[in-house]
C-alpha cells in the first residue's frame, strides 16, 4: 500500500520548447503520485475513529491515537454515584433535588495523572465528593471529601484536577465547599 514517497523533478530547462507547453510529463507523474498518496493517507484517516486524534507515525503512517476530541461531555445522575477514569475530561452533574447525594472519585494511579473532572450540584441538596483509598482533596486528610451544603444556592460546581497520585487540586469553582 505505502509508496514510496516520490520528491518533485526538477526542470532541467527554464524555457521549454513551444511542444512542451503546460505540464511536463515528469511533473504529470509527480502529481498523480502525490494524489495517490493523499487519497491513501485520506482512506487510513477516515477508516479511524471517529473524532479521535490521527497522528503521523515517525515512519510517516498515519495511526489513530486512541484519543478524542469530543468536546465537553456531560453525564446527569440523579443519587450517590461511583465515578471511573472513564468519566475523565467530563462535566459530572448531580440533578438531585433536595436530596443528600455522594460522588465517588475513582481510585487512580500514576497513568492518570493530570487528568480532570468538572462536578456540578443542580438543586439544593448536599453533594459530597469523597476521595478514593488514602487520596486528597486540596487540604482534606487521607481519604477526605468536600461538601457543598450552602443553601439557597440551586448551582455549585468544582472543577478537579489530578496533580499527583494521591491529590487531587481544586482548579476553579461556584458555592461553597467545605473540605473534611
Known amino acids: 500500500m505505502a509508496k514510496a514517497a516520490q520528491k518533485p523533478p526538477v526542470k532541467t530547462k527554464v524555457d521549454q520548447p513551444a511542444p512542451y507547453q503546460g505540464i511536463t510529463e515528469p511533473w504529470r507523474v509527480w502529481f498523480e503520485n502525490v494524489d495517490w498518496d493523499v487519497t491513501q493517507k485520506t482512506n487510513v484517516i477516515t477508516g479511524g475513529t471517529v473524532n479521535n486524534?490521527?497522528?503521523?507515525?515517525?515512519?510517516?503512517?498515519?495511526?489513530?491515537?486512541?484519543?478524542?476530541?469530543?468536546?465537553?461531555?456531560?453525564?446527569?445522575?440523579?443519587?450517590?454515584?461511583?465515578?471511573t477514569t472513564s468519566d475523565f475530561g467530563k462535566v459530572i452533574k448531580f440533578n438531585n433535588g433536595a436530596t443528600n447525594v455522594t460522588c465517588y472519585l475513582p481510585s487512580v494511579g500514576t497513568?492518570?495523572?493530570?487528568?480532570?473532572?468538572?462536578?456540578?450540584?443542580?438543586?439544593?441538596?448536599?453533594?459530597?465528593?469523597?476521595?478514593?483509598?488514602?487520596?486528597?482533596?486540596?487540604?482534606?486528610?487521607?481519604?477526605?471529601?468536600?461538601?457543598?451544603?450552602?443553601?439557597?444556592?440551586?448551582?455549585?460546581?468544582?472543577?478537579?484536577?489530578?496533580?499527583?497520585?494521591?491529590?487531587?487540586?481544586?482548579?476553579?469553582?461556584?458555592?461553597?465547599?467545605?473540605?473534611?
Open 111 to 180: 497513568a492518570n495523572v493530570d487528568s480532570w473532572l468538572i462536578i456540578m450540584r443542580l438543586g439544593t441538596g448536599s453533594l459530597t465528593i469523597k476521595a478514593a483509598d488514602s487520596d486528597t482533596i486540596e487540604k482534606t486528610r487521607a481519604g477526605g471529601k468536600i461538601v457543598c451544603d450552602e443553601s439557597g444556592r440551586v448551582v455549585a460546581n468544582v472543577r478537579l484536577m489530578l496533580a499527583s497520585e494521591t491529590k487531587w487540586a481544586i482548579l476553579a469553582g461556584t458555592g461553597i465547599w467545605k473540605q473534611y
Open 53 to 83: 486524534i490521527v497522528i503521523i507515525t515517525t515512519g510517516g503512517q498515519i495511526a489513530d491515537s486512541g484519543y478524542s476530541l469530543t468536546k465537553y461531555l456531560s453525564v446527569t445522575y440523579t443519587a450517590t454515584t461511583t465515578l
